[in-house]
């Protein structure tokens, strides 16, 4: 990355008019606060590029601890009562691929054995990764549905072979993430309880606090499967400008990404230009110049905390 | 503000030169925030029309201090934002400024 600092006054008024705008606090005195993290990624940009980080930053959605459950409430509000009334019960689920274990049982052992000297043991033992967002942010809505139209059909089960065995046609699943940006996960997702016949496209939605328009259509289009959102974003740079506007647009970008010693993926994950963080967490969709980040370079957005302590020198 | 620091802040308003000095220094961004709105509000700056331009007042207060201070030829010392004048910056290059621009 870039090793000097720039950063002129005048960056720094037109950095909180930007915060006052959104919204966003300064914090006094903390050295790891988004204002002082985006500070420093400003600083750290070529001064030719900044009005379009400015500009970026202008359209960024910040969702925090604060605003959350009642952005997740806003995205089911615009469910249609009438579809919720047309279901017996409404169970709520991850959006997450549900990966069995088969690790203790012990009439797997022998097929375990087997499969580690074929070399297909890999999928068999696969496990997700620590808590996922749409995990957090199920149980956060679960603490707090109560008021919304429905909610005595609720029902949040403790795992996935329980729910398997609850779950009629007569019912509706929701699947809960906090974003979709291409649909990828969502697709796979899908595939996964699609192959189930108990499941088909008329029972299943995806509940989420923002969406992405091409992600939506995506699922939409390979599934007839409906993804629910307050809040939607399209391609930042694509769906706003054309021609040079957009070529020079987007060779800044580039510019900024290769001053960070960016690596790849410079407008996103496939290319989706988002411009979202939700609790603390960008998407990899969003341009990584909000995200990216190194222990001496924190980003005002990351994806994950990589440093505990942020020093400078 | 310690009278230091504001030298070098009215210096940095007046050459549009680097804060990070300031930060080096051990403020944080938001301190440095809060002292260039102090001299906006003390008029010894002004901010408009997406410009920040430093006042009579604010050059005779950096004067004064500058003799309260006994600094006489520093401000030679302590260059403008220069990087922003060279285009295609890269790190390979190696800048070269004119004989006038190097201090005396």
Same mark, same amino acid.
């Given at each position: 990355?870039? #090793? ?7 960056? @720094? ?39 379009? =980080? ?37 169970? =709520? ?32 033992? #696969? ?73 088909? #496209?008329?029972?299943? @939605? ?108 | ?14 050459? &549009? ?16 925030? &809060? ?14 029309? &997406? ?54």
């Amino acid at each position: 990355m870039a #090793k000097k600092n720039v950063t002129t006054a005048l960056d @720094v008024l037109k950095t909180d008019e930007i915060f006052d705008k959104k919204g966003w606090k300064r914090k006094e005195n903390d050295k790891i606060s988004l204002y002082n993290n985006y500070l420093n990624r400003l600083s750290l940009l070529p001064p030719d590029t900044r009005d379009l =980080f400015f500009e970026l930053t202008d359209n960024f959605e910040n969702i925090t601890y604060d605003d959350i459950i009642q952005k997740i409430k806003d995205s089911y509000n615009t469910i249609d009562r009438n579809y919720i009334d047309s279901y017996r019960k409404i169970y =709520f689920m991850p959006l997450i691929e549900q990966i069995p274990i088969y690790k203790n049982e012990s009439r797997f052992k022998l097929l375990n054995l087997l499969h580690k000297l074929l070399g297909t043991d890999k999928k068999t033992y #696969k496990e997700r990764p620590q808590r996922k967002s749409g995990e957090i942010l199920l149980s956060l809505f679960e603490i707090e549905y109560r008021e919304l139209y429905g909610s005595e059909k609720f029902v949040f089960p403790d795992s996935y072979s329980k729910f398997k065995s609850q779950f009629s046609k007569k019912d509706l699943i929701v699947l809960v993430d906090d974003y979709v940006g291409t649909g990828d996960t969502a697709k796979d997702v899908l595939n996964f309880y699609l192959k189930h016949e108990k499941f088909n #496209k008329k029972n299943i @939605v995806i509940l989420t606090i923002a969406a992405q328009h091409h992600g939506i259509s995506r699922i939409n289009k390979e599934f007839g499967v409906e993804i629910i959102s307050n809040i939607k974003q399209g391609k930042y740079l694509i769906d706003n400008f054309f021609d040079s506007i957009l070529t020079k647009k987007r060779e800044q970008i580039t510019t900024m990404c290769e001053t960070l010693k960016i690596k790849s993926d410079y407008f996103g994950y496939g290319n989706s230009e988002a411009l979202i963080c939700i609790l603390n967490k960008s998407p990899n969709n969003t341009f990584p110049v909000f995200w990216y980040e190194t222990k001496q370079y924190p980003a005002p957005f990351p994806r994950r905390k990589v440093y505990k302590e942020f020093n400078r020198n | 503000m310690d009278d230091k620091v504001k030298y070098l802040l009215l210096l940095i308003l007046e050459n &549009n030169g680097n804060i990070e000095q300031l930060i080096e220094y051990g403020y944080t961004y938001s301190e440095v925030s &809060n002292f260039i709105k102090k001299e906006i509000e003390y008029k010894n700056a002004i901010y408009f029309d &997406n410009k920040l331009i430093i006042t009579e007042k604010g050059i005779k207060l950096k004067n004064e201090l500058s003799k309260k201070l006994e600094y006489s030829n520093i401000e030679n010392l302590i260059s403008p934002l220069l990087s922003a004048l060279i285009k295609d910056n890269k790190d390979e290059q190696i800048f070269i400024p004119l004989l006038d621009e190097l201090p005396d």
